[in-house]
């Protein structure tokens, strides 16, 4: 399959720990923001949203978390698996937008 | 329940030629967005189509058209093909809200070359 995401910052974590991926925004307009998970050769797949009237929300072994004062979106990844290795985007929209505006991506490595 | 498809996987061509891309959304969904992944980097819209027409565009050329079927389905096509036209292009389905942006599921893509 291609790679995704050739030169892109990369965290790496070893099994069983947590993972925490940043992202920040600058549209202070935004106001819904998706967490994507992309492997190599495959589509982003959805993993958490949140809207900008919460500044957290929980999904299973995810957590998002919204600072809306500093732009800042982060993404924590509880007891990370193997399987969880891909790169992983940020994207934002907002009220009378029908786009997502993508960040450019984290790869994230977990170590056995 | 089959997600968002989209064909073909992979295709080549070369500058100069045109291409259609396919995409058939999820069951349920009546709202089609495509983006352009070039290598190492996050998607870029192109432009969404709801009820058949165009409803936003991104800073594409025209010779990006697409078209949006009353099944829902939507194809992609790129006219005049350059060599950086080469990317992998993704769909994305949704349901359309009032105002505001969708929760945008997407397909595998299809990864074109021009040569």
């Known amino acids: 399959g291609e790679s995704v995401g050739l030169h892109l910052p990369t965290l790496s974590v070893q099994e069983g720990d947590n993972s925490i991926i940043n992202c920040a925004y600058s549209n202070s307009a935004s106001d819904y923001f998706i967490w994507y998970k992309q492997e190599s050769g495959k589509g982003p797949q959805f993993i958490i949203d949140i809207r900008s009237n919460m500044d957290k929300r929980q999904g299973q072994r995810v957590t998002v978390l919204l600072n809306k004062t500093v732009k800042h979106l982060s993404l924590q990844i509880a007891a990370t698996q193997p399987g969880d290795s891909a790169v992983y985007f940020c994207?934002?929209?907002?009220?009378?937008?029908?786009?997502?505006?993508f960040g450019s991506g984290t790869r994230l490595q977990v170590q056995p | 329940d089959a997600g968002v498809t989209q064909s073909p996987t992979h295709l080549i061509k070369t500058r100069g030629q045109q291409v259609t891309l396919r995409c058939s959304p999820k069951?349920?969904?009546?709202?089609v967005s495509w983006y352009q992944q070039a290598l190492g980097q996050g998607p870029q819209f192109i432009f969404q189509?709801?009820?058949?027409?165009?409803?936003q565009r991104g800073n594409f050329p025209d010779r990006f058209s697409g078209h949006q079927f009353p099944n829902y389905s939507s194809e992609l096509n790129v006219n005049a093909l350059l060599l950086g036209d080469s990317a992998l292009y993704l769909c994305?389905?949704?349901?359309?809200?009032?105002?505001?942006?969708?929760?945008?599921?997407f397909g595998p893509g299809t990864r074109l070359t021009v040569l």
């Open positions: 069951s349920g969904h009546d709202t």
């Open positions: 994207a934002e929209g907002g009220t009378g937008r029908r786009a997502l505006t």
């Open positions: 189509y709801y009820e058949e027409e165009e409803r």
């Open positions: 994305a389905s949704s349901v359309r809200t009032s105002g505001r942006t969708d929760t945008q599921y």
